[in-house]
C-alpha cells in the first residue's frame, strides 16, 4: 500500500473511497467549493448519525457519472487520544477495505485541528497498515480486499516525518506478525534465527546464531533442557545493534519457544493448538530491532533469543529433572510445561555476563494466568525498578499498548522453593495462586538486582477474535512498545 500526503486536492477523479473523520455538531471544514462537497455538507446535515458502536457510517454518491462511496467516521471529542484515534481510524479503513475502497481518499485536515499531536496523528497512519495487513500466504486464492493506494489530505506541516515513522513502525510490527502467524512446521528455532538475520541485514543491526554446541559451551543447561525433545535444535539468536557512541547498552531478551507442547506435562489439546505463538516475545524483539535500526535510534541494544521447541521424545526433559543453569544455580523441574522461564532464566544470565547491559526487559507470553488476571488486550508488566518501569508506561501510552504492573509479591516465592534444588520452575501442589506473579518471581531470581522489566504477552499476541486493527492470529503486540521505549533510552 502506497501512503502519502497532499496538501491540495486536484483530482477526486482516482478515489474510489473517501474517508471523512468528524466530529459531530462540527462544522465541516472542506475547503473545497466543488459541489461534490457540498453535497457531503448536506448529507451530514440531514443525518442524524445514530450512535453506532463501530462509528462508522457510509453512503455513496455520484461525482461526474462516477461512483464514490463515503467513509464517515465519527471521532468523540472527549475521546481524542492516541488508543482512541488508533482504534477508530483502524474501523473506519477496515469498513473501507470492506467496501472493497481501492484507492482512497482520508480528508484529515478535518479533524486536524484536534489531533494537532505528533503521537495522535501518527497513529492514523499506523492504523491504515495495520488494519490493511491480512496473513494470506497459504491461501491459493488471495485476499482482494486491500486498499492499494491511501492519500492523507493536510497541511500539517510535519506529516512527513509520521509517515516515515509509522511506515517503520507498521512494517516492524508486521514482520512480527508474520513470524507468529506462522506455522511450527515452518518457523523451527533454526528459521527463526534466519530470519532474524535477514531482518538484521536489511535494516542495519548484527546478528549472530549459536548452535546447539556453542550452547553447550556456554553451559546453558536450562535452556538446552527445554529443547532436548526435539530434533529442530535450540538456536541462540543474538542481536545488536549500536546507534550511540557510549559504551552503555540495553538489554532486550524475548521468548522464543517455537513450539509449546507442554512437553511431558502435556498440554490439553485446545490450548495446544496456538502454541506457534509461543515466540510473540522473540517475534516482538526482532520487529522492535527492525524499527530501531530503520529509524537509526541513539541508542546501543542487545537482544537475545533463546529459540528452541518444547516436545516430547525419549530424549525431552521430565518432571522430576534437576538443571544446572547457567547461573549455577540448581533447578528442579516439577512441570515441563512451565518452560519458559527455564530459558528466560539462561537468556537473561547470558545478556547479564556476556554483554554487561544496564538494563533487561524481557518480553514473553509465559502464563496463562496474566489472561485470567488482566484478559487479552493488556499485558501485565513487572519490575524491580521504578524508573525502568515508568519509562515502559510511558512507551506504552505513545504506542497505545496497554500494559497493568502487578507486584513482585516476595510473600510469594515460598511457592517455588524446593527441597531438593535452589528453586523449581512451577508452584505445583501449593494453593497460594497468582501464577503470573510466581513466574516473574522465579525470572527474577537470575536477573539480581539489574533494573528489569519483565512484560507478560501471553494474552495479547494472539487474537481469536477479529479486531479493527489485527486479523485473527498473531497481533504484533510489542514492537512498537519497545521502539518507543528504546526511543525513550536515546542519549
Ligand atoms: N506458553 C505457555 C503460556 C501461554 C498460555 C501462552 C496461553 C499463551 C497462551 C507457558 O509455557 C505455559 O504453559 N505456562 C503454564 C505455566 C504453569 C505450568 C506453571 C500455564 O500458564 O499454565
Ligand atoms: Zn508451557
Ligand atoms: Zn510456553
Redesign the pocket.
Known amino acids: 500500500m502506497e501512503i502519502k500526503q497532499i496538501r491540495e486536492l486536484k483530482d477526486l477523479k482516482k478515489y474510489d473511497v473517501i474517508l471523512l473523520p468528524f466530529i459531530k455538531n462540527k462544522e465541516l471544514k472542506l475547503e473545497e467549493t466543488k459541489d461534490f462537497f457540498e453535497n457531503i455538507k448536506n448529507i451530514m446535515k440531514s443525518s442524524d448519525f445514530k450512535d453506532n458502536e463501530d462509528q462508522v457510517y457510509t453512503t455513496s454518491l455520484l461525482y461526474n457519472d462516477n461512483l464514490k462511496k463515503i467513509v464517515f467516521l465519527e471521532i468523540k471529542e472527549d475521546k481524542i487520544d492516541i488508543k482512541n484515534i488508533f482504534e477508530g481510524f483502524s474501523k473506519g479503513f477496515k469498513k473501507t477495505r470492506q467496501i472493497k475502497g481501492k484507492n482512497v481518499l482520508v480528508l484529515l485536515d478535518n479533524i486536524s485541528e484536534k489531533i494537532n499531536d505528533y503521537n495522535i496523528y501518527e497513529k492514523t497512519v499506523e492504523a491504515a497498515y495495520l488494519s490493511n495487513y491480512i496473513f494470506d500466504k497459504y491461501k491459493t486464492k488471495k485476499e482482494t480486499k486491500k486498499i492499494t493506494s491511501l492519500d492523507f489530505l493536510t497541511k500539517i506541516h510535519d506529516f512527513e516525518n509520521a509517515l516515515i515513522e509509522a511506515k517503520a513502525a507498521s512494517d516492524g510490527t508486521i514482520l512480527c506478525r508474520d513470524l507468529v502467524n506462522e506455522p511450527p512446521m515452518r518457523l523451527t528455532p533454526e528459521k527463526l534465527g534466519e530470519e532474524a538475520v535477514k531482518t538484521g541485514k536489511n535494516s542495519g543491526f548484527k546478528v549472530t546464531v549459536y548452535d546447539k554446541k556453542e550452547i553447550e559451551e556456554l553451559k546453558m543447561n536450562a535452556f538446552l533442557a527445554v529443547g532436548k525433545g526435539s530434533v529442530n535444535t535450540p538456536k541462540l539468536i543474538v542481536m545488536e545493534y549500536k546507534g550511540s557512541d557510549k559504551e552503555e547498552k540495553i538489554g532486550l531478551v524475548g521468548k522464543g519457544?517455537t513450539y509449546?507442547s507442554?512437553g511431558y506435562?502435556i498440554?490439553p489439546s485446545k490450548?495446544m493448538s496456538?502454541?506457534q505463538?509461543?515466540m510473540a516475545g522473540a517475534a516482538a524483539v526482532i520487529g522492535a530491532m527492525k524499527i530501531i535500526a530503520t529509524m537509526n535510534l541513539k541508542v546501543n541494544i542487545v537482544a537475545v533469543v533463546a529459540a528452541c521447541e518444547n516436545r516430547i521424545s525419549h530424549e525431552a526433559y521430565l518432571p522430576g529433572d534437576i538443571l544446572e543453569s547457567m547461573s549455577g544455580k540448581f533447578i528442579e523441574v516439577n512441570?515441563t510445561?512451565?518452560?519458559?522461564r527455564l530459558t528466560l532464566a539462561d537468556a537473561v544470565t547470558y545478556i547479564k555476563e556476556k554483554h554487561k547491559v544496564i538494563s533487561i526487559v524481557d518480553l514473553a507470553?509465559?502464563?496463562?494466568?496474566i489472561?485470567t488476571a488482566l484478559g487479552k488486550r493488556r499485558a501485565g508488566t513487572f519490575s524491580n525498578n521504578d524508573e525502568l518501569h515508568e519509562k515502559i508506561e510511558k512507551a506504552s501510552r505513545i504506542s497505545g499498548e496497554k500494559i497493568w504492573r502487578l507486584p513482585c509479591d516476595e510473600e510469594l516465592k515460598e511457592s517455588i522453593k524446593s527441597n531438593v534444588a535452589d528453586i523449581r520452575n512451577?508452584?505445583?501442589g501449593s494453593t497460594i495462586g497468582g501464577?503470573s506473579i510466581t513466574?516473574a518471581l522465579f525470572i527474577e531470581e537470575f536477573i539480581e538486582d539489574i533494573p528489569w522489566v519483565h512484560i507478560d504477552i501471553?494474552?495479547t499476541?494472539?487474537t481469536d477474535m477479529t479486531l479493527s486493527y489485527s486479523e485473527k492470529g498473531g497481533v504484533g503486540y510489542g514492537a512498537r512498545l519497545i521502539y518507543n521505549y528504546a526511543k525513550l533510552m536515546e542519549n
Request: charged share 15%; net charge negative; glycine share 16%.
Open positions: 519457544l509449546d507442554g506435562s498440554k490450548s496456538t502454541m505463538s509461543d512441570n510445561d512451565a518452560e519458559g507470553t509465559l502464563t496463562g494466568a489472561i512451577s508452584t505445583q501464577g513466574a501471553a494474552g499476541s494472539w
